[in-house]
């Protein structure tokens, strides 16, 4: 598809969803699901891991961050170390200039406001203060605050990346002129909070494998009856379902944004 088509759809106006939100989570789940178990980390872990994952794969940031606690055992330790020693440890994870003096910095910001790098009171504060407080630490915005909310504690945080703002959008689940730090509070609003976290993992699933952000396979989309923007990409020839593209009934799904069996250590 040209580039100026996709700009087109992405940014031009937007039907109404012909498709409830809820409908669509109880599909893509239906069809993505289940999920693999992953471990969760506590909530510490889980923002060490939240910034190593940024702008880089899964499987990136979880080498990184497993070489990280190989390196020094313990968060205290991390804190403790010379961005220098950080930025070793973290580098074949991606952006490791940039990321080891963020982590030494929210390490210790932590440790300043809170005495501990126990944050678990997270999980008894109301969902906006407890968003709000990890906001206030360095290069957590809300995607990463609600990442660390949802996959560490269980709580209904939305945390919009790119595929599912993508994903959202071409279903008009969300206006054209919504940004994304404004769709963490519209979808927030929209998803029953049982519901938030398999909206996340097939949303983002189904991003990363199907609706994607160049071609599209929306012959294969589970979820193309309820697309406003169904018909535009079709029009401009979408990629078609590969051969045998279809996932094999029964089998789990990666869990996004997790660490493989076997590579926690806390």
Same mark, same amino acid.
């Given at each position: 598809m040209p580039s100026d088509s996709i700009a087109a759809v992405e940014r031009? /106006?937007?039907?109404?969803?012909?498709?409830?939100?809820?409908?669509?989570?109880?599909?893509?789940?239906?069809?993505?699901?289940? !999920?693999? @178990?992953? /471990?969760r980390l506590d909530p510490a872990h889980e923002v060490v891991l939240t910034i190593l994952s940024q702008h880089t794969s899964d499987t990136n940031s979880a080498r990184a961050f497993r070489l990280l606690m190989d390196r020094f055992g313990t968060l205290e330790a991390v804190a403790a170390a010379g961005t220098a020693d950080i930025e070793t440890a973290i580098s074949p994870g991606?952006?490791?200039?940039?990321?080891? /003096?963020?982590?030494?910095?929210?390490?210790?910001?932590v440790l300043q406001l809170n005495g501990s790098l126990d944050l678990s009171f997270l999980r008894e504060m109301p969902l906006d203060d407890a968003k709000a407080w990890l906001r206030q630490l360095p290069?957590?915005?809300?995607?990463?605050?609600?990442?660390?909310?949802? !996959?560490?504690?269980?709580?209904?945080?939305?945390?919009i990346d790119a595929h599912i703002y993508r994903v959202c959008r071409?279903?008009?689940?969300?206006?054209?002129?919504?940004?994304?730090?404004?769709?963490?509070?519209?979808?927030?609003?929209?998803?029953?909070p049982e519901q938030v976290f398999p909206f996340h993992v097939s949303f983002i699933t189904h991003g990363r494998q199907v609706c994607k952000a160049h071609r599209p396979r929306c012959l294969e989309c589970v979820v193309a009856h309820g697309c406003?923007?169904? @018909?535009? !990409?079709? @029009? @401009?020839?979408?990629?078609?379902?590969?051969?045998?593209?279809?996932?094999?009934?029964?089998?789990?799904?990666?869990?996004?944004?997790?660490?493989?069996?076997?590579?926690?250590?806390?």
């Amino acid at each position: 598809m040209p580039s100026d088509s996709i700009a087109a759809v992405e940014r031009g /106006p937007r039907a109404n969803s012909q498709i409830k939100v809820e409908d669509a989570i109880s599909v893509l789940s239906g069809h993505y699901g289940p !999920f693999e @178990d992953a /471990p969760r980390l506590d909530p510490a872990h889980e923002v060490v891991l939240t910034i190593l994952s940024q702008h880089t794969s899964d499987t990136n940031s979880a080498r990184a961050f497993r070489l990280l606690m190989d390196r020094f055992g313990t968060l205290e330790a991390v804190a403790a170390a010379g961005t220098a020693d950080i930025e070793t440890a973290i580098s074949p994870g991606g952006l490791a200039r940039v990321k080891a /003096p963020r982590i030494r910095q929210v390490l210790n910001l932590v440790l300043q406001l809170n005495g501990s790098l126990d944050l678990s009171f997270l999980r008894e504060m109301p969902l906006d203060d407890a968003k709000a407080w990890l906001r206030q630490l360095p290069g957590i915005g809300p995607k990463s605050a609600g990442i660390i909310l949802s !996959f560490s504690l269980g709580r209904p945080a939305m945390a919009i990346d790119a595929h599912i703002y993508r994903v959202c959008r071409r279903l008009g689940l969300i206006g054209p002129k919504v940004n994304t730090e404004k769709a963490h509070e519209v979808l927030e609003a929209a998803v029953a909070p049982e519901q938030v976290f398999p909206f996340h993992v097939s949303f983002i699933t189904h991003g990363r494998q199907v609706c994607k952000a160049h071609r599209p396979r929306c012959l294969e989309c589970v979820v193309a009856h309820g697309c406003p923007s169904r @018909d535009q !990409f079709i @029009d @401009d020839g979408p990629e078609a379902a590969p051969p045998g593209g279809s996932r094999q009934r029964g089998a789990k799904s990666p869990m996004p944004h997790s660490l493989a069996t076997g590579e926690v250590k806390t």
